[in-house]
């Protein structure tokens, strides 16, 4: 039955790409908590579509857009912690107490500075290593844009890591 | 290769082997279900969601067992009938419990099968009062609505229901119109219980049991919960005319219970469900639903490896409007038995919270310890206008302590740009 085999291929997702599906959610978000949730939405999302599923094959595809674009709802929502953050305040971040941390995750630590699409555009590219066809379709737009999101989200980065040398 | 590009490859390399070995925990299916007291708030039910998805099994053959009638029924030509109608008008109740607490969630409206959306008014038990939803494909358009059925003049647009009765009902990511596709799958026993009239018409009365393997082996690995049998009536013309199904766990996951019911009627029904304008539709969350007027202390989606355990995400949150609740939430990988929130600079201790859950502490990999205190709009000023270094003490069940340091922030609600 069509749908037995749908549902299948939805286990076979969840076998196949759920670790993936929670790395994507947890480098996106910095949090594990967030990220269960995302990826628990996000099959609930696909199971709850699957009659409605051509291929199986997109699967995957619409298991990653959707965890992109329910990582982007929770930064919507989060956007008063944002606007507090950008307005320049000094959070000491907690880790930097413990110098092994800091190393470590300094680069998450950027990553999740900045504005949700030019992060996931980062993620994708780099942390996933996709093409620009794979994060251009991940985020719904074209591969110029992509692009632009990529040498935005480097360049955020770059001078951040160029204050922290100076400063 | 530029610098911080290979930095981000590895932070990819990195994040997966942590994953091989086990230090972040895999993606579970069901962990938990957020509940926030006074703030009218429900997290996404995903328990029920799952059942939903998992759907009802679908008879096979006649049995005859220790006397029990059982009837072929097929109950996807039940559901194909039912979706070939086109639309009807649905009623659902949704009913959480959690931790003692019980909230009922009621929703009436209409659905339409073919075009995929929904339109419901869904009144709470909770402070959150009554709300309209309109539900197409992905999208979700609610607003609040008044006593007198007054809308609110915006309309807010999100990817999936933040509403707690939608997002509880329909959690599944999908809406009623898209629900019946759920009870299609393996087949199983199904029990003829008898007939009932509904409202003038007469049903017969089928009871189900899940199977949770339904799914696959993975998934069910994941489940904390154990599904209740299904129930649904069917009239005459083959017609879905109400299905019931529920979820339970043990206390000691503190992930509750959920019923849910819905009932159809009035099948064929013309119904308009449309997009509210663009005009009318803003990305602001209402306030009562933990939007403007709710403050948000402490940063939260911060990792941080204190000592021998993992405290993950602490945050505590307020809602102004409804100030006689505060709650921390600490994730944490080990037991967690209660906490307290010092003010740095003159160690006064600004709250004791003991744990809400009466055993106290949760086992193995479920990372979830809430605890909650009330407090007084005093409290609340006192909080958001001085930002001001906090540390919250968590304590363990062995009498060890780690401390987690929080920043309070009291900010505006000011909606942001993603950058593009």
Redesign the interface.
Known sequence: ?E??RL??A???L??DH??A???LA??L?????????L???A??????????VREPETLRAYLTQTIV??A??E??????????L??G?D?????T??PD?AG?????AQ??R?????RAA??L?????RSEAEVADALGTSPKAVRS?VG?G?EA??TR?GEGRDG | MDDVERKLRELGERTDEQLRHGEVPRAGIVRRVRLRRGAAAIGTCAVVALVAAVAIPRLGDVRRNEGIERTAIDLAAVVQSTEDAGTARIEIEMTLEMTGDEYTTRGVGVADFERLRSRLVLEDTGVLGRAEIVMIGNTTYQRELGKEGTGAEKWYETMMPDHAGASAAFGMGGDPSSFLAYLNTVSEEVTRVGEDTLDGVRTTHYRAELQVPALGASMAEDMQFQLEPVDVWVDDEGLLRRVEFGVSSDASTGLGSAHFTMRLWDFGVPVDIAAPPPEDVTDEPPSAWGGPGTELIGDGGVTMIMGEGRIETPYVEVDAKNPSFIEACVHSSRPVTGATLVHEPSGRRVFIFEPVHSDGHFEGPLPVACVEEAITHADVDALVDDPTEFTLIVRRKEGNRETVRLTIIASSLEGGDDGE
């Open positions: 039955m749908t037995r549902y299948a939805v286990d076979d969840y076998r759920g670790r599906a929670f790395r947890y480098l978000t910095g949090s594990r908590a967030q990220a269960e949730d990826v628990q939405d099959f609930v999302r696909i199971l709850a579509r699957v009659r409605h674009n329910l982007k709802n930064y919507r929502r989060a956007g008063r912690l944002r606007s507090f950008s307005s305040r959070i000491a971040p907690p880790t107490e413990l941390l470590r995750d300094e680069v998450h990553l999740l900045l504005p949700l699409r030019q980062l993620v590219r780099y942390c996933e290593d999101l935005r480097l980065i770059r890591d």
